[in-house]
């Protein structure tokens, strides 16, 4: 009697501890993919214009959220965005000032994604490392 009691006990325990990672593992994702998909908006000049690319030398960022779904700021750099649908880069040329908002999406491919395209004017000093 005394010995199915301990076995239901391990046994309960071990439901118990698996829900508990289950619910760890779940609780951890969910913000992460969260913080991935939220929009930033950035400044930069065009480095290149390909098909299905723009390359971008950005300002820096604030309030990204890394692999770890960490938020921190993202130093000058050149990084290429895919554009997503509707998004269209005739107009835009190589050296361009534009503003631009984009999402980030770690879960899938193209990470970066271009929600938003803006040409600024010529003059407008850009802050680029
Ligand atoms: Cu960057």
Redesign the pocket.
């Known amino acids: 009697m005394v010995r199915r009691y301990t076995v239901a006990v391990t046994q309960t325990s071990s439901w118990i501890a698996i829900a508990l990672v289950s619910c760890w593992v779940g609780c951890h994702d969910a913000p992460a993919q969260q913080a991935a998909a939220a929009r930033h908006t950035g400044r930069g000049r065009i480095e290149a214009l390909g098909k299905n690319t723009v390359l971008i030398h950005?300002e820096r960022?604030e309030g990204i959220a890394g692999f770890d779904g960490k938020i921190r700021p993202?130093d000058s750099?050149t990084?290429p965005f895919a554009p997503t649908e509707g998004v269209t880069v005739s107009g835009l040329a190589v050296g361009d000032a534009i503003q631009f908002t984009f999402e980030v999406h770690y879960e899938a491919d193209p990470t970066l994604r271009l929600t938003s395209l803006k040409k600024l004017p010529a003059t407008t000093p850009l802050e680029l490392r």
Do not use: D, F, K
């Open positions: 950005h960022l993202m750099m990084m």
